[in-house]
């Protein structure tokens, strides 16, 4: 058989973090190492391998045993392999994930006879990653190898399936400065309204802090029955809200809203992403759907509005309709998870309002997303 020419490791680049640094998997399958005239994949193969996460490229290094199964005397006992290689996801965030990889490596023969070497080689290929749970993924891969410098041992080809398992915590995503963002709020400079944002405030797309709309500034006297608003505390508390007067920012709180330890609505913020084109919601992405939707059960009171977006690739028209149908889709989701949809608003911006360069592929996956904000109405006449 002809030598396969295969692609070497790519340069490991710039950016993207992924939410945990490292990966750890383990893989078992079969590999062939005699293919003429056919391919037969009856040599046990065992693998461990460690990935960094924060590279668009992502740097493997993988250890990998050879049970040899053939009987011909010329063909060694076990092979011993270490590689590193290069893993590029096709798509990210999804719950079926499809990569390449490609890199260098060395193979060590043991038991070796009739001049069967070890050699280096590169070898390239491509595999599938299923989600199981949040912390295991499923994974599929082929690969084929190519000896370098052998006289006989030409190429193989390997295929194997095993369980990967992200460990290190939450990693801080890196995104390559493209354009300048002197704040590293995620909005770039020239169109960045509050330059000099604190590192870490949420900031909306003019790059400003989200500011929730609270509640009347002023406190009015109020009158109330324990039936519209029981006592809740033994401090005075003209509110009703739980919250003593002395420490209470919100002093005119709905008696029912729910309040944190300063008298104010309690927030909470949801930023999804979507895969180009789509308006679907992925098993990743409801997760924090259902999270949010609890919180909204549980805290009453609130005014919730959805906001989709897109990146600019597709003409601007049909953005706005596709960044709808984003805001729409999260709606009937809250909707299904018990959230009344007198509390829901949507809207469409379309590729209006960018968070990152639409130049590069990073960026234009931060720009396709829903942003969700919440607001409280006015207390009442009377404080209620």
């Known amino acids: 058989m002809k030598r396969i020419a295969l692609f070497s490791v790519l340069a490991a680049s710039l950016l993207c973090g992924s939410e945990q640094p490292y990966e750890l998997g383990v893989t078992f399958g079969a590999t062939s190492i005699k293919n003429e005239p056919s391919i037969k994949m009856r040599n046990r193969t065992f693998g461990l391998n460690l990935q960094l996460n924060n590279y668009e490229i992502k740097p493997r290094f993988d250890f990998e045993y050879v049970d040899i199964a053939d009987s011909e005397a010329e063909v060694p006992t076990s092979l011993l392999?270490?590689?590193?290689?290069?893993?590029?996801?096709?798509t990210e965030g999804n719950a079926v994930n499809p990569y390449l990889l490609g890199g260098l490596g060395y193979e060590s023969v043991?038991?070796?006879?009739?001049?069967?070497?070890?050699?280096?080689f590169i070898q390239g290929g491509?595999?599938?990653?299923?989600?199981?749970?949040?912390?295991?993924?499923?994974?599929?891969?082929?690969?084929?190898?190519q000896i370098l410098g052998g006289d006989k041992e030409n190429n193989e080809f390997i295929a194997e399936v095993g369980l990967a398992m992200p460990f290190g915590g939450k990693a801080q995503p890196r995104v390559r400065q493209v354009v300048a963002d002197s704040d590293k709020d995620g909005v770039i400079d020239r169109l960045d309204k509050c330059?000099?944002?604190?590192?870490?405030?949420?900031?909306?797309?003019?790059g400003c802090p989200v500011v929730v709309q609270s509640v009347v500034e002023q406190a009015a006297p109020v009158s109330f029955s324990e039936s519209e608003c029981p006592i809740k505390t033994d401090l005075p508390d003209a509110d009703r809200d739980g919250v003593e007067d002395s420490v209470d920012q919100c002093p005119a709180t709905p008696c029912d809203?729910?309040?944190?330890?300063?008298?104010?609505?309690?927030?909470?913020?949801l930023r999804i992403h979507f895969a180009t084109n789509?308006?679907?919601i992925t098993d990743y992405s409801m997760r924090k759907v259902r999270k949010f939707a609890k919180f909204l059960v549980d805290h009453k009171g609130s005014q919730v509005h959805i906001t989709g977006h897109t990146d600019s690739r597709a003409p601007?028209?049909?953005?706005?309709?596709?960044?709808?149908?984003?805001?729409?889709?999260?709606?009937?989701?809250?909707?299904?998870?018990?959230v009344s949809a007198n509390r829901l608003s949507t809207e469409g911006r379309g590729e209006n309002d960018p968070i990152a360069s639409n130049g590069t592929k990073q960026g234009m996956a931060?720009?396709?997303r829903i942003e969700v904000s919440l607001t409280y109405p006015h207390a009442v006449e009377g404080g209620r």
């Open 110 to 120: 043991t038991n070796s006879r009739y001049g069967f070497k070890s050699h280096p």
């Open 257 to 269: 809203f729910s309040v944190d330890s300063k008298g104010c609505p309690v927030k909470a913020i």
């Open 195 to 206: 330059p000099n944002t604190p590192l870490g405030q949420s900031v909306g797309a003019d």
């Open 366 to 368: 931060l720009n396709r």
């Open 81 to 90: 392999k270490t590689s590193v290689n290069g893993v590029f996801d096709i």
């Open 316 to 338: 601007a028209d049909y953005n706005m309709v596709l960044s709808k149908k984003r805001a729409e889709s999260v709606k009937k989701a809250l909707i299904n998870l018990g």
């Open 126 to 145: 491509g595999g599938l990653g299923i989600g199981i749970t949040e912390n295991v993924k499923a994974k599929a891969e082929l690969k084929a190898l």
């Open 278 to 280: 789509s308006a679907h």
